[in-house]
Each structure stands twice: as structure tokens, then as C-alpha cells.
């Protein structure tokens, strides 16, 4: 059997468990942003959601997003993702001032740096679940074998390797949920950004989907921003900020969010 060196190896994928370099402490920023501003023209006018915004993110930070229904959460996500503009200001992600880039170089930068995860899984219904999660990979070339077995991967760090040939249709809530977080790290990227990732499911699924990201946050030196209205799980970040009128503000919670006389209930902040 011929063998391999590893300097013939194929470069192009990594395993799940292999990372890129992360900095060891954790006082680089990898998201600075400075006087963002983001105005929406509509039919009745001018919607600024936000300006003057700025906000300092470290390697390896967990940090939670709140804020009500429309404060702007989802664009500012999206802004930091390279998925919409900024209207002014600037967005260092990752080293990379995102504001500034191109579609193209936009669309390669999310492959690379970034893992997105929403509310809605997106799956595709007529791949499969191994199929779906090597995705990602086949479109950055990686040919057809390596994607799948480093999917393979994937979908046991997520707990459904026996799940692999299944379509979505065929998977529960929580099952399609853990696909899409196989999917959105099977690049290796070193942020995760999540929209709602539990806003779909019941409490115990949405708590197990979190454990799993709080796994694979520390398992693979990720720096995770988590949008959601659920304040027992944005208290388990490591830090809480809320949007409210275009201003990110240090959340802290006003009590505890789970005390055994209490029990489990949402913390205001
Ligand atoms: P959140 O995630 O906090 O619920 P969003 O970022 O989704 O808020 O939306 C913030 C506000 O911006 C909402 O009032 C929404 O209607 C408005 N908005 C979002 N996208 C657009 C758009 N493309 N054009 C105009 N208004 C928009």
C-alpha cells in the first residue's frame, strides 16, 4: 500500500477535532467594532437602529445578546457575520475589517471564519444528514470522500453518528438542530454565531442543544455570540449584553436565575 507522507497529505480539511491556532490568553479582541451605525430606509423614512455602537469581544468569549423584539439583535448579528453592511462605523472581525470586503471575499470569509446557526435548522430536505453537514466543505472544493468522512466526524462530536443517512425529515427538532451546529463548524471557523439556536424547541431540548454548544465552544477554542430571549440560557455565557434603544449595555442579572426555592425562571436584566 503506497504510503503517505504528511507533507502530501491533503491540506484542505482538517479533522473536528484539529483546530487552527488560538490565542492563548484571552486578551485579544477578535470582534471590535467602532461607531457602528445601521439605518434601514423604509417607505416611512429613516430606521436607525443603531450608531455610536461599539463593542469589544475577546477570544473565546461566550457572550450573550438580549434585548427585545426588533432592538436590532439579528442585524447586528449579521453585520458582525459579514452577512449586511453597516451603514458607518467599522467591524474588525477576526482581523479582517468586514465592512470593506466584497461579496465574494464576504462569502469567503463567512466559510472561514464563521459558523452561523439560527432559529430554523435550513437543512436541506432531500440530503441527508451526513450529506448536509459536508456541505460547507464540497463547496470549498474539498473533494467528495474527505468531506464526507470529516462529516462523519462532525456528526459524532454532535452525538448522531447512527443518524448520518437520515434525512431532516427524519430527525427531531433537537436532532436537526445538532446537524446544523455539525454543519456550521465543520469548517473549522473560530467564531459561532447563533440566532435563537433554541427558540425552536421545547425547554429540556433547547437546554441539551446549549450543552452542546457550551461543549463544542470550549472543546474547539471558539468565540461564540448567541442571540436569544431565553435568560436561563444566556446566563450561562460568560458574558450578557443587552440591546435596548441602540445601546449595548452590560446585563447583569437582577436575581438569580435558578435558586432551589425559586426554581428555574427568567432573570431580569
Ligand atoms: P431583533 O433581532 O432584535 O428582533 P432585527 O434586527 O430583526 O431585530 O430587526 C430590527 C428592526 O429593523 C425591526 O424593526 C425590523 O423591522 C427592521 N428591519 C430589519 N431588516 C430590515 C430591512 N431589510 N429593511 C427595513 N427594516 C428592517
Known sequence: MPQTSPADAPQTTRTARETK????????????????????????????????????VQTGEMVAIVGQS??????????LGAL?????????CASVNVALLSQQEAAAF??????YVWQFHYLLPE?????????PLLARGVNKREALATAANWLREVDLEDRGGHRPGELSGGE???VALAR??????????????????????????FDLIERLHTSHGLTSIIVTHNMDLAARSTRILRLEAGRLASGRLAA??????TGPRAGKI
Do not use: C, W
Not at 70 to 79: D, R
Not at 84 to 92: N, S
Open 70 to 79: 426588533g432592538a436590532g439583535k439579528s442585524t447586528l448579528l449579521h453585520i
Open 84 to 92: 449586511d453592511a453597516p451603514t458607518a462605523g467599522t467591524v474588525t
Open 127 to 135: 440530503f441527508t444528514a451526513l450529506e448536509n453537514v459536508a456541505m
Open 21 to 56: 491556532p488560538r490565542a492563548k490568553s484571552g486578551k485579544t479582541p477578535i470582534i471590535q467594532v467602532r461607531n457602528l451605525e445601521k439605518t434601514y430606509t423604509t417607505a416611512r423614512g429613516a430606521l436607525t437602529l443603531f450608531s455610536k455602537l461599539s463593542l469589544d
Open 256 to 261: 438569580p436565575v435558578y435558586t432551589p426555592q
Open 184 to 209: 456550521a463548524l465543520v469548517n473549522n471557523p473560530r467564531l459561532l454565531l447563533a440566532d435563537e439556536p433554541t427558540g425552536d424547541l421545547d425547554e429540556a431540548t433547547a437546554s441539551r442543544v
Open 176 to 178: 436537526q438542530q445538532r
Open 110 to 115: 463567512r466559510n472561514r471564519e464563521i459558523g
